[in-house]
């Protein structure tokens, strides 16, 4: 059976799959990254699991996958197949194409930005699926987005295109890891509400999605908490849109998995704050945590497609 091996790379974790020609999840499975190993460990750690899921797909359907697919943060040379810089797993210049092509005995290997990659699988098979003009933004950890235009992702001139999560919202704001202060993600993200709901409960163990449930509750500290994180998000928002005007912002990543908690007040903060702007429709993402694995996934196939196109 044709098939791909698609891998996203996240700071902790790693999700894999082997993706057939239809888009069908012909086998999944999750590691770890060993990140507190340290930088080289963590390439390690994606080199014997690609290889490990290479040779499953031999045993299993007695062939070889054709190409790979593979989704990682932070600063991404894509055209280059660059790793070329992420914090979070230590990286500088990592020309990790390369070393999975070899790893992976010479098949074509697509290297490509998480966010990027998930807003492609959102654009070409999820909640941006039709729509011509789409902003991906997944609420996590940190705060990126993925500016969809007529089927492809913008990456911009040098690859940086889409970083909503470091438009200043607040200049007195809490200082980023960036450099500046009052960035969308020190207030908005998971982490941000996860940090303000631990302080405002006196909870250390208290997280984002404890906050929603507290706000569904009634509980007024914590609707304070998710109101401020709400009001910060609609503002970076606005201004995405102001500059962007898209017909969509899907929204997604740990903060959207609470539902109309997060979008019936998102939706009102966001309309309150447009003026001569277009009001764009705000959904759900469809895809949840899959998303960048799936988004892999059809970049090998494109790749393959590509290929198949200079080689005829």
């Known amino acids: 059976m044709r098939h791909v091996i698609a891998l996203d790379v996240g700071g902790t974790g790693m999700k894999a799959a082997l993706v057939g020609v239809d888009g069908t999840l012909l086998y ?143 200049p007195d704001g809490p200082d980023c890891g960036c450099g500046q202060r009052g960035c969308l993600e020190t207030l908005a993200s998971a982490s941000a509400v996860t940090r303000a709901w631990a302080e405002a409960s006196g909870d250390p163990y208290a997280d984002a999605a404890d906050c929603a449930k507290a706000v569904e509750s009634g509980d007024p500290k914590a609707t304070a908490v998710w109101q401020d994180a709400v009001d910060a998000l609609a503002a970076g928002l606005v201004t995405a849109l102001t500059l962007l005007d898209p017909r969509t912002l899907i929204i997604g990543g740990g903060l959207a998995e609470a539902g109309e908690t997060l979008f019936t007040p998102l939706r009102a903060a966001v309309e309150e704050r447009v003026t001569f702007q277009k009001l764009p429709a705000i959904v759900p993402a469809a895809l949840g945590d899959t998303a960048a694995c799936l988004g892999a996934g059809l970049l090998a196939w494109d790749l393959i497609a590509t290929d198949s196109e200079v080689t005829a």
Do not use: K
């Open 28 to 170: 999944e499975d999750r590691r770890a990254t060993g990140r507190e190993r340290g930088a080289d460990a963590v390439v390690q750690s994606i080199l014997d699991f690609a290889e490990e899921l290479l040779d499953y797909g031999v045993a299993q359907f007695g062939r070889s996958a054709l190409a790979a697919g593979v989704a990682i943060p932070g600063i991404v040379d894509s055209a280059q197949g660059i790793a070329v810089y992420a914090a979070n797993l230590g990286w500088r210049d990592v020309p990790m194409r390369d070393l999975l092509s070899r790893r992976l005995r010479g098949i074509p290997v697509a290297l490509g930005h998480d966010v990027r990659t998930g807003g492609f699988a959102e654009g070409r098979i999820g909640a941006g699926r039709g729509i011509d003009r789409f902003l991906f933004v997944p609420l996590g950890t940190g705060i990126a987005g993925a500016i969809g235009i007529a089927g492809t992702i913008e990456a911009g001139a040098h690859g940086y295109a889409g970083e909503i999560g470091h438009v200043v919202v607040r």
